[in-house]
């Protein structure tokens, strides 16, 4: 399958996910804070939960698990060899290579994923605080971060933190070894410029339009991470681009990526945070053009929304959290309010939980569907033009992360605009 995502709401046709495992239960109230979370989930509860993600994807579009695919890139023994040799040197523990690479994939696949649990053999492992001697990826159930289809090229990103970094790179072994997809690679660290505060995760970049990117500055990516992906885009594409920055603010936690205050729904239709994206604030936005492979202009702009508009892509805001009350905003933001995956124009998934959100969604002439009722075959959503699908989520949000963060597309047919 060639690998092809122009646009955020392109009907969706392949997409990669990973249903999380043991390694969101390898996690205990001491070591939630280094793994990134603000609380531990139960894992039960969750998995129902993503299986109904997982299950309304399979309805529209092909579906990869990570899982899947690590295992049949590491059936090739060369491939496997270099990708423990990696992941042991980058991670700092080259003892327990040989033990790793006499496992079989699907074995491995998990390992690699889930952890390695620390063998208690000299006095210095004995007397360790740590579980585990290759940790859990407690978030590898976001896939959106680890990698981006841009166009029909993949960015293999530079987390900005050292815990999730041998989540990118499984996801450059997929691309790069797997069997599935045809495409190329980019990545940070293969770029003759790259230095330590390169950083670029998968939730601040949207494909708005094939000419126009818009990527978050934060937590999370750094300009210096967007001037890498600015250099890259040149070569990748020979017509006139606009990249737009937005700026984001360092805290809270929910604001970690742009997809956390503005998606893209509909032709006309996106989903915002108001106070970051609308109101008076000192977080600017930017707009790139880049013409004939160079920058020919940079300047600030009003907001995200009336750049796009001048741009030629008329959008009508639909706040997060309604426009009532901004505890509300505040609230519903927290539990990935602004946080949508298009599965077509029009036809999109979110949280069921952040009520107010969907009551503007319906205002706005989405009809709201529960996925337990198209699962269960008791609503045809083939008969509504527009519509949201509201996932149950009672676990999953507080991982910090919606329907778009656990979701990395590969696919997506051309919109027609």
Request: glycine share 6%.
């Amino acid at each position: 399958m060639k690998v092809d995502v122009r646009s955020e709401i392109g009907e969706l046709e392949a997409v990669i996910i990973h249903t999380p495992g043991a390694e969101v239960e390898n996690m205990t109230p001491q070591n939630a804070e280094r793994a990134l979370y603000s609380d531990i989930l139960n894992l039960s509860i969750a998995q129902k939960e993503y299986r109904q993600l997982s299950e309304i994807l399979n309805k529209f579009s092909r579906v990869y698990e990570v899982k899947d695919l690590l295992g049949e890139v590491l059936s090739n023994e060369r491939v496997k060899e270099t990708l423990v040799d990696r992941i042991c040197q980058n991670e700092g523990f080259p003892d327990i290579k040989e033990y790793l690479i006499s496992r079989n994939p699907l074995e491995l696949s998990k390992m690699l994923i889930e952890g390695v649990v620390l063998k208690k053999d000299t006095l210095t492992k004995f007397l360790s605080k740590d579980r585990y001697s290759l940790p859990p990826l407690h978030n590898f159930f976001f896939t959106r971060d680890g990698a981006v289809s841009v166009f029909d090229q993949v960015m293999i990103t530079k987390m900005a933190n050292k815990v999730r970094e041998r989540e990118s790179l499984i996801m450059e072994a997929i691309f790069d070894y797997g069997n599935m997809f045809s495409t190329k690679t980019f990545n940070p660290y293969e770029d003759s410029n790259f230095n330590n505060s390169i950083r670029i995760e998968g939730g601040d970049v949207l494909i708005a339009r094939e000419d126009i990117i818009l990527i978050g500055y934060g937590s999370r990516t750094s300009t210096q991470g967007i001037d890498f992906v600015l250099e890259k885009l040149k070569g990748i594409r020979g017509k006139a681009l606009h990249v737009i920055v937005q700026e984001l603010p360092l805290l809270p936690e929910s604001f970690i990526h742009l997809d956390m205050v503005f998606t893209l729904l509909d032709t006309g239709d996106c989903m915002v945070y108001e106070p970051v994206v609308f109101r008076t604030n000192k977080y600017q936005t930017v707009h790139i053009t880049v013409e004939n492979g160079n920058v020919s202009c940079i300047q600030e702009e009003k907001n995200l929304v009336e750049v796009l508009g001048n741009l030629g892509m008329e959008l009508k805001p639909i706040v997060c959290g309604g426009t009532r009350d901004p505890w509300i905003q505040e609230r519903e933001q927290w539990h990935s309010g602004a946080n949508f995956f298009a599965l077509a124009p029009g036809k999109v998934i979110g949280y069921e939980r952040n009520v107010y959100t969907m009551e503007e969604m319906n205002k706005s002439g989405y009809e709201i569907l529960k996925a337990s009722d198209i699962l269960e075959d008791r609503v045809d959503y083939r008969q509504y033009k527009k519509f949201v699908i509201a996932l149950e989520g009672s676990e999953l949000p507080r991982g910090g992360g919606g329907a778009r963060c656990m979701t990395m597309p590969v696919r997506r047919t051309q919109v027609n605009w």
